[in-house]
Every structure is written in structure tokens, then in C-alpha cells.
């Protein structure tokens, strides 16, 4: 395909919104364009690397044994009111309602719609186990829609949902799954992890992401770099850490404008692992509507697991100054699990303290040596409620946990019998019995991917692309091509070849300097360029470079296709130009 007959507006500057590499460059390389905040309209050369990952996605399905439907973007709300997800989504759900008042709407994702779809067709365990997927729009109304495709408001993910008579054949296929996303991750060329995860509202049971990993990744994994162990860190298990110190006698201490934990240490001229802190949250099933969470001092709140708790309004509700005020008659910076007159849910690391430094619950007063058995006494459970850190035990007893960041483009669940419960889904097994079917669900975001995929594969100058996802295989960069037509005929004549050849070609025939058209062949990142210049021809030869590789080889135009052809049939997609076995 020719440059100049194809709409790619490369520019110059970044956009002023872009914060990390692939929205810059996704704009700049003329990929896409925003149309509103969190979307984008596809240009032809994102459109082009958007059709091959989810050619990618489908062929992998397929071979998996998924099947493709497609099912609407706009949904009637009485679903989700079955469901009982109408009310419990907030305003990410997109609503509206059409000329007959009645409630729509638009697709977060489709467990409703697809459970109705199969209580529709599927009546008998003969069916089953079934695994139905799509590839379609999806709308959430992001609180904060950032980075470009990353994180979009409409966005387009390939969700699937399978469905089983038992455990088993649900074990099977999620195991299918979870080697099908690898397998897609693998064919693209991709450093990724798959990590234990959170099933956050969707489901209750077992759950895995899929990370790209990158430095610009809104996530934070933690590995075992001795064992397969790895977690997002929102669900990462944090080991109880053994505490030094001893028993002590408890001192009430007047600590004057002390309301933090660094300066409360600071005071007491003592490390922060010796203080713990106390936070208050919203709690629907207590009397008081509050809980109290207390965790050693230099210690994070893990809000997912925290979430977890029973009766704690999900998501996360700290109690404001004033609830405290009213509740406690104590400031925010005072309050310790000592004569507190709340519930009181301590991390276990903190719960193994002998003897730590709290709150007194009166303004400018902190206990030093308070115990949990001696000195507090109201109920206190323990869980696990904070984040891991780096130099923690695995939780598989290896040795210590590293950081890595992620770039979630994969999510897979285990459903259990939520959604064909709460919409009466029964199908009949061999002797006639009806069973509620387990459900699996596997999203993958197909546009958040074009992104994670540039974080991954770019330089300074412009995107790398892999050679299975590369909107063209070649790139034909002719200097002068409109002055030489010496140059115009070869370079016209490698375009027709390498077509022939099976090949994706775009031939930079525009009437620009040379220096643009290197800088744009660069920005767009294709992965095999081939440079036709009047001083070459003398020679014989044209110049083939790889867009990762700074060696240039000077071949003869007949030449450069075969090595053109080797490098794309050598990439990770033989698919490309060969179908796979
Ligand atoms: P996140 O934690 O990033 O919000 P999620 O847990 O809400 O993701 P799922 O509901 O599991 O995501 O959706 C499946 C996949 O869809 C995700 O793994 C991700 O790749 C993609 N996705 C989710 N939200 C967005 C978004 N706002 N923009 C682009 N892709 C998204
Ligand atoms: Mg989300």
C-alpha cells in the first residue's frame, strides 16, 4: 500500500494529555485519535495491529476449543436486575433509556447477557461443558480514564464465559484457558506474567491476570525469584514476620503534636516497626457503622484484602475526621487499639508484636509497651491486611519476594454458580436431575494490548513492533522517488514483489526529504525497512535493516524479498504468512 494513499497523520509533538510512551506514540504514529476522554477513533495502522492480535486471540481460541458469537452492546437492565448487579454497580455503569422509558445499558461486560443466551439454547449436559466468547465494544465510565488505550472508557475486550456440569470440567477448561493466554502472550513476543489475582466484584473464587511487563504498568506484582510463586501484590499473601523485643511494662507517654507515625517515632527516638497505627473504616454491620484496622507502623493497608473483611463497605470507606471525632472524642492521630471502644481487625504481623507503641485515644498521649493479651480488650480478630514487602517471605515457604510492574491485559475467573444461580439457570444431567452449571469467565483487553505491547517495544525513536502484530511486515522507504525514476520503478517493483510474496507492504512514496521519511519510518515502527536511494542503485544494491537492529545490509533488489520473507516467516508468527499446524 502506498504512504501517500493512506491516512497517517504523524506529528511532531506529543499530545499534551500523554503521560507514558505508548500514548504519545500511538498518537504520533498516526495509530489513533481521541475523540473524547477515554476514546479513540482507529486510523488505518492501529486498525491494522488491532486486526492482527485479535486474529492472534481468535486462532488460539479456536484451537482451545472457545466458540465465537457476538452478543449487543446495549443491554436491558431487567438482566442485571436478575442478577442483582443493577443496583450494586456505581457509575461506571453507562444507563440509559430509550423512547419507551424502558432502562438499557451499554456492555461493562456480559455475564447477564450471555447466562440468558444459554439458559435460551442450551438444555441438555450433552452441551456442556460450552465456552462462548466475543470479540466487542466495551463501555465502563472510568473515574480516571489515562494513558491513552490503556485505560479508555470504550474499549474493546474479548470477553468469554464457559460453562460446566461439575468441577472438573470447569478445572479443565480454565486450565485451557490459562495456557491459551499464554499462548497468545508467547505468539506476540512478549515478556509476561501470569499471577495470582483478586477477583475483585466479578467472582468469588480463583482468579489469574495476565501482565505485560512494563515500568509504566498500573500494577505491582510480587515474585519468588526461587519458586513460580507470583501475585498481584492487591492479593499477594503476606507471611506473618516474626517480632524481636520482649514483653514490657505499658507507660502512658505524653507525646505533644506528635500525629503521625514517622513523628511519633521520631519522639520516642525509636524505629516505626515498634509503633503500630490504627485506622478507621466504615462498617455497615456494626452497631457503631466503624472498625478499626491496625497494622505495625511501616506498614501499608492492602484495601482489596481489607474489602474482604465480612460486613466492611466495599469499596474501602475511611471514617472521616469528624465521624472519629463523634464516635471516639479523640483526634485521627491519637488513637490506639487500647481501652478503644471498637471492633478491632489487626494484620497479623502486628498481632505478633510483645510489646508496641499505639494511640491512648486522648489527644497528644501514646501507650509505649502495650500488649494484645495484657492490654486490649475488646474483640480483636487477625487477618492479613497488608501489603507484602519487597524481602517478605513467599507464602510457598521460598525465599524473598521482588517487585515487578504489570500491564493487566488478561483476567481470568472462576464464576462458581453466582450468575446461573441469581438468574436460574438448570440444565438436566444424565439422570434427568437439573444442575446449576459452574461458570468460568476469561476477559482480555484487545485494545488495552496495542498499548501494553509499545511499552514494551519501543526506543526513543518510535514503536518496535513484534513481527506477529506489525500493522505492515515491510516498509519500503524511497528517497527522491519522485525526481528518480530509477528509484520509483525498483522500489515499485519490491512493493509488487514482496505483495506477491504474501508479504504486507507499505511503500513511503510521498514527495517528502529523506530525514522525514526515516523519522516517520521510525516513529511507525515497522519491523523490516528497505531503503532505495539513487546512490545504491549504482551499486546495485538496496539497504535492509531490521527496525530493532542498528546493522544495515546492502543487498540486490532481487535478494532483499527472500531476506524479507525469512525474517517475517522467522518471527514468532509463522501464522503470517503460513498458516499454523
Ligand atoms: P482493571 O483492574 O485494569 O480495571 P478489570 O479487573 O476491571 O481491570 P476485567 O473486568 O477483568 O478488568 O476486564 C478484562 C480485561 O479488559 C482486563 O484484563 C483489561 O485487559 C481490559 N480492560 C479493563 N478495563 C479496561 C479499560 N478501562 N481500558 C482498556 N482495557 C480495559
Ligand atoms: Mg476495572
Not at 485479535?54 to 488460539?60: A, D, F, L
Not at 479523640?330 to 510489646?355: N, Y
Not at 508496641?356 to 475488646?378: M, P
Request: glycine share 8%; hydrophobic share 40%.
Amino acid at each position: 500500500m502506498k504512504f501517500s494513499e493512506l491516512i497517517i497523520p504523524t506529528l511532531r509533538e506529543a499530545p499534551a494529555d500523554a503521560e507514558v510512551a505508548s500514548h504519545v506514540l500511538l498518537v504520533r504514529g498516526g495509530f489513533i485519535r481521541r475523540l473524547a476522554s477515554g476514546s479513540y477513533n482507529w486510523l488505518p495502522l492501529g486498525l491494522r495491529v488491532l486486526k492482527n492480535i485479535e486474529r492472534i486471540v481468535r486462532e488460539e481460541l479456536e484451537r482451545a476449543g472457545a466458540q465465537e458469537i457476538l452478543m449487543p452492546v446495549v443491554q436491558p437492565a431487567e438482566l442485571w436486575r436478575e442478577s442483582g448487579r443493577w443496583d450494586v454497580m456505581g457509575p461506571e455503569l453507562l444507563r440509559l433509556t430509550d423512547r419507551h422509558d424502558r432502562e438499557y445499558c451499554v456492555s461493562p461486560t456480559q455475564e447477564e447477557v450471555v447466562t440468558d443466551l444459554f439458559r435460551r439454547v442450551i438444555t441438555s449436559y450433552r452441551q456442556l461443558p460450552c465456552n462462548l466468547y466475543h470479540i466487542q465494544t466495551k463501555f465502563r465510565d472510568e473515574i480516571r480514564p489515562r494513558f491513552g488505550l490503556m485505560r479508555a472508557r470504550e474499549f474493546i475486550m474479548k470477553d468469554g464465559y464457559s460453562f460446566h456440569l461439575d468441577e472438573e470440567s470447569f478445572e479443565e477448561t480454565y486450565a485451557a484457558m490459562h495456557a491459551c493466554y499464554s499462548a497468545i502472550l508467547a505468539r506476540i513476543g512478549l515478556h509476561y506474567r501470569a499471577v495470582d489475582a483478586d477477583p475483585g466484584s466479578i467472582g468469588d473464587g480463583e482468579s489469574h491476570e495476565f501482565h505485560v511487563l512494563a515500568e509504566s504498568g498500573e500494577d505491582e506484582i510480587a515474585y519468588s525469584a526461587e519458586s513460580d510463586y507470583a501475585a498481584n501484590v492487591e492479593k499477594a499473601e503476606a507471611v506473618a514476620l516474626p517480632s524481636d523485643g520482649s514483653v514490657e511494662p505499658i507507660q502512658k507517654t505524653h507525646t505533644p503534636g506528635a500525629k503521625t507515625i514517622e513523628t511519633v517515632a521520631r519522639f520516642l527516638d525509636l524505629d516505626t516497626t515498634r509503633c503500630v497505627k490504627t485506622l478507621i473504616v466504615h462498617d455497615d454491620s456494626e452497631e457503631s457503622g466503624l472498625l478499626a484496622l491496625v497494622l505495625r507502623g511501616d506498614h501499608q493497608l492492602n484495601e482489596a484484602k481489607a474489602g474482604r473483611i465480612r460486613g466492611v463497605r466495599r469499596p474501602l470507606e475511611f471514617a472521616s475526621q469528624a465521624d472519629i471525632e463523634t464516635a471516639l472524642g479523640v483526634g485521627v492521630g491519637s488513637i490506639g487499639p487500647v481501652g478503644l471502644s471498637l471492633p478491632i481487625v489487626v494484620d497479623s504481623t502486628a498481632a505478633a508484636m510483645p510489646s508496641f507503641v499505639c494511640g491512648a485515644n486522648v489527644d497528644d498521649y501514646h501507650y509505649v509497651g502495650a500488649n494484645w493479651h495484657r492490654d486490649v480488650t475488646g474483640e480483636v480478630r487477625v487477618a492479613d491486611i497488608r501489603n507484602v514487602l519487597a524481602g517478605d517471605p513467599a507464602p510457598d515457604g521460598t525465599g524473598p519476594l521482588s517487585f515487578l510492574r504489570g500491564i493487566e491485559v488478561g483476567h481470568i475467573f472462576k464464576l462458581g454458580t453466582k450468575y446461573s444461580e441469581a438468574m436460574s439457570v438448570t440444565v438436566q444431567d444424565a439422570s434427568g436431575r437439573d444442575v446449576v452449571p459452574i461458570m468460568g469467565c476469561y476477559g482480555f483487553g484487545v485494545s488495552r494490548m496495542v498499548a501494553a505491547i509499545v511499552e514494551q517495544c519501543h526506543d526513543e525513536d518510535g514503536v518496535v513492533w513484534p513481527d506477529a502484530v506489525a500493522p505492515f511486515d515491510v516498509h519500503i522507504v524511497a528517497l527522491n522517488n519522485t525526481k528518480s525514476t530509477d528509484v520509483q520503478t525498483v522500489a515499485e517493483r519490491l512493493h509488487d514483489g514482496l505483495q506477491a510474496a504474501g508479504l504486507a507492504v507499505l511503500f513511503d512514496d510521498r514527495d517528502e526529504r529523506p530525514g522525514v521519511k526515516f523519522a516517520d519510518a521510525d516513529l511507525i515502527g515497522i519491523p523490516n525497512r528497505i531503503t532505495v536511494g539513487d546512490r545504491g542503485l549504482k551499486e546495485g544494491i538496496v539497504e535492509y535493516r531490521r527496525r530493532s537492529e542498528s546493522d544495515v545490509q546492502k543487498l540486490s533488489p532481487d535478494a532483499v524479498v527472500g531476506t524479507c520473507e525469512d525474517a517475517v516467516g522467522d518471527g514468532l508468527v509463522p501464522s503470517r504468512v503460513r498458516r499454523p499446524s
